[in-house]
């Protein structure tokens, strides 16, 4: 490939660098058409290839009618994805998208960041998308590196950040969870929900025990007529809408207690009060050893 600069090389100008570049504002030529900000970046095609060119992008992300239209006489979704058009209308290696899609509301920006995701794939332009949207990188990105003041924690697939997260923050970054502290005794650590393995973790190892709240199941606990109230139960359910909220408070067989969230799929909205067993997905329970 060519080489951009550095000792003893040559430098090429950006515009020769066969990198297309989207950012969160649409920065389209106000003066210019649709069509006429497309075909901008074409003119190392013949005059006769630019239009079919920039047409056919339009097309694909929904646009084509609004060829003749100025940037004013669009909407902040519709601009974004003219955008879009003229970034990739004149074949870049690579694309560089910088949170293009954040200043969108959100049933519009997961509908363009889907014609987005199609083109990428169908054109297969390398593309770097920048984005604090965990939902976002894990739609769109084949392979996600994780960054943290400047420091890449963890570069690999949406399931390996997900399901084998190398650092506290990784975990945290992909949503919610609950954090509970425990000390490490013959290679396990218990919890009120019961004890989870850390057998790669010297005994006596004070650790953060990270369990997202969908690897919480619950289950309504049949209750023996006079017996005390010593188990787990519920605080307060909240429907999601595809899914239901539980606050709930743990009790362990040895006295310990936890406040947790557990996400439920569904409409499950049992009573405040009401006993239940919660047993554990241990897949997505994570444990670290204290850095503090």
């Known amino acids: 490939g060519q080489e951009i600069a550095g000792p003893g090389r040559a430098h090429l100008p950006p515009e020769?660098?066969?990198?297309?570049?989207?950012?969160?504002?649409?920065?389209?030529?106000?003066?210019?058409?649709?069509?006429?900000?497309?075909?901008?970046?074409?003119?190392?095609?013949?005059?006769?290839?630019?239009?079919?060119?920039?047409?056919?992008?339009?097309?694909?992300?929904?646009?084509?009618?609004?060829?003749?239209?100025?940037?004013?006489?669009?909407?902040?979704?519709?601009?974004?994805?003219?955008?879009?058009?003229?970034?990739l209308a004149p074949s870049p290696r690579l694309m560089l998208l910088d949170e293009p899609f954040s200043s969108l509301d959100a049933r519009l920006r997961d509908?363009?960041?889907?014609?987005?995701?199609?083109?990428?794939?169908?054109?297969?332009?390398?593309t770097l998308l920048v984005t604090h949207d965990p939902e976002e990188a894990m739609f769109m990105a084949d392979?996600?590196?994780?960054?943290?003041?400047?420091?890449?924690?963890?570069?690999?697939?949406?399931?390996?950040?997900?399901?084998?997260?190398?650092?506290?923050?990784?975990?945290?970054?992909?949503?919610?969870?609950n954090e509970l502290s425990g000390v490490v005794k013959g290679g396990e650590v218990a919890t009120p929900m019961g004890t989870v393995k850390a057998d790669w973790l010297e005994d006596e190892t004070p650790v953060r025990v990270m369990i997202r709240p969908e690897a919480l199941s619950v289950r309504q606990r049949?209750?023996?007529?006079?017996?005390?109230?010593?188990?787990?139960h519920v605080i307060m359910a909240k429907l999601l809408?595809?899914?239901?909220?539980?606050?709930?408070?743990?009790?362990?067989?040895?006295?310990?207690?936890?406040?947790?969230?557990?996400?439920?799929p569904g409409v499950y909205l049992p009573a405040p009060g009401e006993e239940v067993d919660i047993a554990l997905d241990h897949s997505q329970v994570f444990i670290f050893a204290r850095r503090d």
Not at 25 to 30: D, K, N, Q, V
Not at 111 to 126: N, Q
Not at 222 to 232: F, K, L, T, V
């Open 16 to 87: 020769k660098r066969s990198v297309g570049l989207a950012f969160q504002e649409s920065a389209l030529f106000p003066h210019l058409s649709v069509l006429e900000n497309v075909t901008f970046g074409l003119k190392h095609l013949a005059r006769r290839e630019r239009t079919p060119r920039a047409m056919e992008l339009l097309t694909q992300l929904g646009m084509a009618d609004y060829a003749e239209r100025y940037p004013h006489m669009l909407s902040g979704g519709q601009q974004q994805r003219v955008a879009l058009a003229r970034a």
């Open 111 to 126: 509908r363009i960041r889907d014609d987005t995701l199609h083109v990428l794939k169908t054109l297969g332009t390398a």
């Open 143 to 177: 392979r996600i590196a994780l960054m943290r003041d400047g420091r890449i924690l963890q570069v690999g697939t949406p399931f390996e950040l997900y399901c084998l997260p190398a650092d506290p923050f990784v975990v945290t970054f992909f949503g919610e969870v």
């Open 222 to 232: 049949a209750r023996a007529g006079g017996e005390p109230h010593r188990h787990s």
């Open 241 to 264: 809408g595809r899914s239901s909220l539980l606050h709930l408070c743990a009790h362990g067989s040895n006295g310990e207690e936890a406040h947790l969230h557990a996400r439920v």
